[in-house]
């Protein structure tokens, strides 16, 4: 179990160039966060994503997940200044959300080692009927479906803590999930296996919510680690 900060950067394609300048510039800032432990960086992938149900989603400029020890840390984090001040000298022409999530690693990686840097990056959004009962079916009917996906490395699933909100908008999501493969490649050949179609199937059978959903994959880089210099 972790709580992570989300940070996701939207806006025009054009504006990915200086999305990554920026983030090389500025990204050790948030080094000095009290408490950070991580500190990940998504970005798209070169390669296509070959979903059979899923495809054509435009995934964000940016995505920033800073991982803290505890749920208290969070709640400092995203009340801080530091924050704060990174977010303001963002690109011009770029959106941002930041998003309070409880995130929880299953197995393969149940101890949250992240081995592999591919990872499918998926957000259900409010609202639902019964949110609470879509999440436990989520967890309980397709995790362990997820795990006998062929390469499958990671599996981390999110909850939002909404009154954990800031001085930023939050998205309203409803769950997250994400899987990490080792490449495009692997991942491109679970999306064949008979996993994925049984993951299809399953998720016919979860409790009605009316929201979007998104799928994108997404390349992620480890920038910060606590301890290490």
């Not at 435009?58 to 208290?72: S, T």
């Not at 840390?73 to 930041?98: E, H, I, K, Y």
């Not at 362990?144 to 954990?164: E, F, T």
């Not at 993951?199 to 997404?218: D, E, I, W």
Request: aromatic share 8%.
């Amino acid at each position: 179990m972790s709580w992570t900060c989300e940070i996701a950067l939207t806006g025009d394609a054009a504006r990915r160039s200086p999305v990554a300048a920026w983030l090389s510039q500025a990204g050790p800032g948030l080094a000095a966060l009290d408490g950070l432990c991580t500190l990940d960086a998504y970005t798209a992938t070169e390669q296509a994503a070959r979903d059979p149900y899923n495809g054509g989603e435009i995934p964000p400029l940016l995505l920033l997940l800073a991982a803290f020890a505890d749920e208290a840390g969070l709640r400092r984090a995203m009340a801080d200044p530091v924050l704060d001040d990174w977010l303001s000298r963002r690109p011009d022409g770029t959106a941002v959300t930041v998003s309070a999530l409880r995130r929880s690693f299953h197995a393969p990686d149940a101890a949250g080692t992240m081995p592999a840097p591919v990872s499918y990056v998926v957000r259900y959004l409010l609202p639902a009927d019964d949110a609470a009962a879509f999440r436990r079916a989520y967890l309980a009917g397709l995790v362990p479906i997820q795990a006998r996906l062929p390469g499958i490395r990671s599996i981390l699933c999110y909850v939002l803590l909404a009154d954990a909100a800031g001085r930023w908008p939050a998205m309203d999501y409803l769950i997250g999930n994400e899987v990490a493969f080792d490449s495009v490649d692997a991942f491109n050949a679970a999306m064949r296996s008979p996993a994925r179609d049984e993951l299809r199937t399953q998720s016919g059978t979860l409790p009605a919510y009316s929201g979007n959903g998104s799928h994108v994959l997404m390349r992620r880089e480890r920038l910060f680690t606590a301890g290490r210099d």
